[in-house]
């Protein structure tokens, strides 16, 4: 095929992705809808009843206006155009499968559990039409396993957004060895159209970032239990001596300790000789405790005010 064919059938492709509907609305999943929206997407929110819609759109706004203050800091008008034109590209549902039904992509941000996502996608693949594909966003487990309960694992692929999602530039896409090449090429210029920087990684356990990010985050407890040096002064010294805009426990307060510790129970249950994954302690307290990080209000810091 010619240069110029590849071309035309790669913008043909991307302009295929026009409805986006993600599924989840927390974390990841509101910040996906609000990217998606910002750059031209018709996108639907589903989350599971009116109340956590409204927070999920709730929390949108106040994302919105922090990129506009940022993005249009001399332009007041200009900054009200990108909030009101992003916001009249989303919307919020509680309907599962009329909201799918006319979709070009399907994103799903819900808990990171296997059985759960199984149940969502096998309901999905149901009543969404064949050419829908569908992504994960997992954070740690296999985009195929996930894929395996649809009859449509050719259009079946991992986008792996990072939080906060309006501020991270990278996305890595995810193929499975029954992942088409088409289904690759339209996440990847649907990623780009996001606005993102992406990278490929083969279906392997944490992708890129969490596969050296979840051992350092465990061995960063680890030091802590050993009782070798302060949370606080980890975190100072991975951020003065390393250059990392948070610390090991600030980013693990931020990104959930539930999503941490969901990370590290399933891959100690699957890889159980590798002591990398040995699930920490101490991390498993503070779940059990309740403390989940700065959306509970208290982690391995307290976010109480
Ligand atoms: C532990 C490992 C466990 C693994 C778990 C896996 C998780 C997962 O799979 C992978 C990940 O995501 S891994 C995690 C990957 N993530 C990381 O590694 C993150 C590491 N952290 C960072 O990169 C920076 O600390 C931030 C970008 C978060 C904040 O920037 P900062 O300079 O430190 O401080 P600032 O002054 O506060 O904010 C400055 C401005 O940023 C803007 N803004 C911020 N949030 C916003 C939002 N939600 N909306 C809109 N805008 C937002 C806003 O304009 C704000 O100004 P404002 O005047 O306050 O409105
Ligand atoms: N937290 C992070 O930093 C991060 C980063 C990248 C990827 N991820 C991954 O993204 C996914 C979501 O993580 P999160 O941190 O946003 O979690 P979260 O707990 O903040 O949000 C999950 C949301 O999904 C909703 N939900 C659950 N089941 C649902 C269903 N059947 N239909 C509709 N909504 C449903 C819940 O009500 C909840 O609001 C996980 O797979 C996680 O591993 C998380």
């Known amino acids: 095929m ?14 295929k992705i026009n409805n986006v509907v993600v599924i989840g609305g927390g974390l990841m999943g509101s910040g996906i809808a609000q990217v998606a929206a910002a750059t031209g997407h018709k996108v639907t929110l589903v989350e599971v009843n009116d ?34 034109g992003t916001l009249a590209n989303l919307k919020g549902s509680t309907k599962l499968e009329d909201s799918v039904a006319s979709s070009d992509l399907v994103i799903e941000a819900i808990v990171e559990k296997m059985n759960i996502k199984h149940e969502l996608f096998g309901k999905i693949d149901a009543v969404a039409p064949p050419s829908t594909i569908f992504a994960s966003n997992t954070s740690s487990l296999s985009i195929g396993e996930i894929g395996s309960v649809t009859k449509r694992e050719d259009r079946f692929g991992g986008l792996h957004f990072f939080n906060p999602v309006p501020m991270m530039k990278l996305l890595e896409v995810i193929r499975t060895e029954k992942t088409s090449e088409e289904t690759y090429q339209q996440l990847m210029e649907f990623g780009k ?48 001596g390393a250059g990392y805009p948070m610390g090991p426990f600030e980013l693990s307060d931020y990104v959930g300790l539930d999503t941490t510790n969901n990370i590290m129970q399933g891959w100690h249950e699957k890889y159980p000789e590798n002591p990398l994954f040995n699930p920490p302690k101490m ?23």
Do not use: H
């Open 2 to 15: 010619s240069m110029m064919r590849v071309f035309a059938r790669n913008m043909a492709t991307a302009a």
């Open 51 to 84: 109340q956590l819609v409204d927070k999920a759109i709730g929390s949108i706004k106040k994302s919105l206006e922090r990129v506009a203050k940022k993005q249009f800091k001399d332009d007041a008008s200009k900054g009200q155009q990108f909030m009101d």
């Open 193 to 240: 159209r996001m606005g993102k920087t992406c990278i490929t990684c083969k279906d392997t356990p944490g992708f890129v970032v969490n596969r050296l990010l979840v051992p350092y985050m465990a061995e960063a407890v680890r030091l802590l239990e050993r009782g070798d040096a302060s949370a606080r002064d980890i975190d100072i010294a991975m951020k003065l």
């Open 283 to 305: 991390l498993q307290k503070l779940v059990s405790e309740g403390k989940l990080g700065v959306k509970s209000g208290e982690g391995f810091y307290s976010y109480k005010k």
